[in-house]
C-alpha cells in the first residue's frame, strides 16, 4: 500500500508543475503585453520564478513517482514460496536492489 502512496504524492507533484507551468506561460503572456517596460520586466521575474518551480516539481516529482512505482512493483513481484526474493535498498548515499533466487 504505501509505495502506491508514493507514487500518486509523486504524480501529484508533476500535476502541480504542470500548474505551474501554465502559470509561468500565463504570466509571460502578460509581460509580452503589459504597456510599461518595469511592469514588463516585474511581470518576466514572476514568470521565470513560476517556471523554475514548475522544473523543481516536474523533477522530484517523476522521481518520487518513479520510486514509488518501482518500490511498488518490486514489492508486487518479490517473495515466493519457493524462498526468492526481490527487494530494494535505499541508503542515504545508495540505492541498490538485492535479489536471492
Do not use: C
Not at 504524480?11 to 509561468?24: C, E
Not at 509571460?28 to 504597456?35: L, T
Not at 520586466?41 to 520510486?67: K, P, T
Amino acid at each position: 500500500m504505501v509505495p502506491w502512496v508514493v507514487a500518486g504524492l509523486g504524480a501529484a507533484g508533476v500535476a502541480a508543475g504542470g500548474v505551474l507551468g501554465v502559470m509561468a506561460r500565463n504570466k509571460h503572456q502578460e509581460a509580452d503585453g503589459a504597456p510599461a517596460q518595469a511592469d514588463a520586466v516585474l511581470l518576466d521575474e514572476d514568470a521565470r520564478s513560476l517556471a523554475r518551480g514548475a522544473n523543481i516539481a516536474f523533477i522530484a516529482g517523476g522521481a518520487v513517482a518513479a520510486g514509488g512505482l518501482i518500490w511498488g512493483l518490486l514489492q508486487t513481484l518479490g517473495g515466493d514460496d519457493d524462498g526468492s526474493a526481490v527487494s530494494l535498498r535505499v541508503g542515504p548515499t545508495s540505492v541498490g536492489v538485492l535479489g536471492r533466487f
